[in-house]
């Protein structure tokens, strides 16, 4: 049985008359172009320690081993390409009147597959951040020449342009995603297992708000509790199909 069946006949029709829509992605959206996800048995955070790696603490301690951690990601990152779930989603955004896009994702694979301006909540992998002023530059090279890598301007050291755990996230990014999600008339919730915050509040306060929300995962995921429906099976196999469903 296709997993569209447990889309109900509302459902389909709010779909496709809705004017705003949003989706919210995780590491499960570019499982398929090869990129490992966090948790789960092949999971990074299964093989690597969260708080060695991808905290502020451990970059202090000893830059060069997150360097070349992020060295060893950008370098298995930089070869992958978009999948038929993120081309999807760079579809919808030319579907619907108004489609934000909110990922927890740093590869940067949903801009490679067209969508213009998502909201990338956890930061970019291809971004660094001088730690005298600030600055955030593109840094695209594979692998890096020098660890730690330095500002161009200035000497000084830069860092992954990431949010690590225990930081806050810019308030300028929540607030476009909260408003997106705040606004939805249907909000997806795709490949994220839901326990990150503040992302995994975002489908609970669009549901709060009147939102239909489906979430599409390969199993059920604590969030599933609160959605309209649960379509369980590969994004890059379901998401062309949703946008088959809303042409037709
Ligand atoms: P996780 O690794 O926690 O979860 C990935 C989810 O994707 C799981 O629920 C899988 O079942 C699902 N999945 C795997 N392959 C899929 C596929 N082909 N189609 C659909 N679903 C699939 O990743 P996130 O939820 O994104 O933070 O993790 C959230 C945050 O935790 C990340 O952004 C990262 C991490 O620490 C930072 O780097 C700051």
């Known amino acids: 049985m296709s997993e569209l069946k447990k889309l109900t006949g509302d459902i389909i029709s709010r779909l496709k008359s809705a004017k705003r829509i949003a989706a ?19 999971g990074l955070w299964n093989n690597y320690r969260a708080e060695d790696l991808a905290t502020p603490e451990a970059f202090e ?30 579809m919808f955004e030319k579907m619907f ?5 909110v990922t927890q994702n ?19 992998i291809w971004l660094t951040r001088c730690l005298r002023d600030g600055t955030v530059k593109e840094n695209r090279e594979t692998p890096l020449k020098e660890i730690p890598p330095r500002c161009s301007d200035c000497g000084a050291m830069v860092r992954p342009h990431i949010v690590w755990f ?35 509040s975002l489908a609970g306060l ?14 059920p995921t604590p969030l599933s509790y609160q959605v309209d429906a649960t379509l369980l099976g590969p994004s890059g196999r379901i998401l062309p199909e949703i946008v088959s469903v809303i042409k037709g």
Do not use: C
């Open 97 to 101: 009147e108004n489609f934000t896009l």
């Open 61 to 90: 301690r000893d830059p060069a081993l997150v360097w070349r951690w992020y060295d060893w990601r950008r370098n298995l990152i930089a070869p992958l390409k978009p999948n038929p779930g993120h081309n999807a989603l760079a």
């Open 24 to 42: 919210l992605t995780g590491a499960g959206v570019s499982a398929e172009s090869g990129a490992p996800t966090f948790r789960g048995e092949e």
């Open 106 to 124: 740093v590869d940067g694979l949903h801009r490679v597959a067209g969508s213009e301006n998502p909201v990338e909540m956890h930061g970019n």
């Open 166 to 200: 225990g930081e806050s996230l810019d308030p300028a990014v929540i607030s476009r995603a909260f408003k997106a999600a705040q606004g939805a008339e249907v909000f997806f919730v795709i490949g994220t297992s839901g326990v990150v915050q503040p992302a995994a």
């Open 206 to 219: 669009a549901k709060n708000n009147g939102a239909t929300v489906i979430e599409i995962n390969l199993e």
